[in-house]
């Protein structure tokens, strides 16, 4: 007895097709209303940490009686507060979140530079040079450009990768739809 699962394959291929087209429209959107979306990101960001700060909140206490409330109890607050000025302050927040972003670029160059070199005499070695050299470039590009670039930096590059996202699932939709229709 044989069942065909062509079906439910062309089902799921399509489904994700249609995400990956709707993603890359998506990323197309924020790449060409760079501003917008930012200020979308910087407050569903906002609503993350509000939403967090809850969820801290709710565990602090249920886990009172283990010891450590008021900490929790200080972390939820935090959490909470940060996410209630984001949203109340877009702008600033989005300020915050760009010189943030290009701090932790910085840093994550200088790491990969100091990595690069301790991997150097290894197989492949410079890509982590390279990944090192174009962090390091981006952070200080972030850095040297702020504030002016706050207002659509967050936006554009939220945009690209929703962009290349969308594109890889139509490109793994299309493989998975030639390797349905030969079997």
């Not at 701090?103 to 994550?108: G, I, Q, R, V």
């Not at 492949?124 to 706050?150: C, D, E, H, K, R």
């Amino acid at each position: 007895m044989t069942t065909d699962v062509s079906p439910n394959i062309n089902k799921s291929v399509n489904g994700s097709l249609l995400i990956g087209i709707l993603l890359t429209i998506l990323g197309i959107v924020a790449i060409a209303q760079p501003t917008a979306s930012t200020i979308f990101a910087e407050t569903w960001f906002a609503l993350i940490l509000v939403s967090a700060g809850a969820a801290k909140l709710a565990y602090a206490f249920q886990t009172r009686e283990q010891g450590g409330f008021i900490w929790k109890l200080l972390l939820s607050i935090l959490y909470t507060a940060t996410g209630v000025m984001l949203f109340f302050n877009p702008f600033r927040g989005v300020l915050t979140l760009t010189l943030l972003l290009g701090s932790f670029l910085l840093a994550e160059g200088v790491f990969e530079l100091i990595l690069a070199f301790r991997l150097r005499g290894q197989q492949n070695w410079t890509s982590v040079l390279v990944n090192g050299i174009i962090t390091l470039l981006l952070g200080g590009m972030i850095w040297f450009q702020w504030p002016f670039n706050a207002p659509w930096l967050i936006g554009t590059l939220v945009g690209v990768s929703v962009l290349f996202t969308g594109i890889s699932r139509v490109m793994l939709s299309l493989n998975g739809r030639t390797a349905a229709s030969v079997s």
